[in-house]
């Protein structure tokens, strides 16, 4: 079974696919850190994330894998390196080619393989899984999305820093020509503005519940 969450970034998504992957028993699956860990391997190597055809090498010769739940590529362990603010902002650059992007779709069912899993990023209802019997689409605002990062990191940037890279992000993500971030049709849509992770939670697993019910019925 799969279960789809897509968003803006700050939304809550991976919070919540993480705690309703942990309640149902199912395998949680970040699929933004596919395209953090190609745009890593890219800086690391020295490239420019501006330019799509050495993007695209990287992410051709790179292996990403995914152990105990952490990314690896060609076998290292880089969870901890993804997100840093060059990283964060790249990683909505390096993503906007669609031939890079049918790379890590291909990667991330690969991983998926035939688990239940709840995964979660921008395309995962509308092109990377497009069959999922459960898709949410999170929203909230940029500024309380703001305001929630700028509380989750302590000392770093400012409000008014986090706030204009949000948009930038959003607004990169909105207009890709592939995988660009919209609601699909038939899609749950819950604005997790003035909602605790654990009341976004309840909602998820009370919809993936009926869900399953409703199967073990037929
Ligand atoms: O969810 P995130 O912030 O970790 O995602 C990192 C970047 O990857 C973000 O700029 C959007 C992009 N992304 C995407 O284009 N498609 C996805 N399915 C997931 C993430």
Redesign the pocket.
Known sequence: MIVAI?GP??CG??TVARLVADELGFYFL???????AV?YAHIMRGGDCHDRDSCLETARNTHISVVDGDICIDGIDIEDK??TRD???N??????DPRL?AI??DE?RKVAGSMDIVT?????TT??FPDAQCKFYFDASAEIRATRRVEQQGEGQSYEEVLDLIRR?DE??RN?EV???RIAEDAVYIDTSHLTIREVCEKVVSVVRSVIDGRAAK
């Open positions: 897509d970034a700050g998504k991976s970040n699929t933004g850190s596919f395209y953090r745009t993804l997100h990283v964060d902002m990683a909505s650059i390096v993503s906007s992007r890590v779709t991330v979660e990023g921008r395309d995962t092109v990377i992000r990169n993500d890709k995988g660009a971030l």
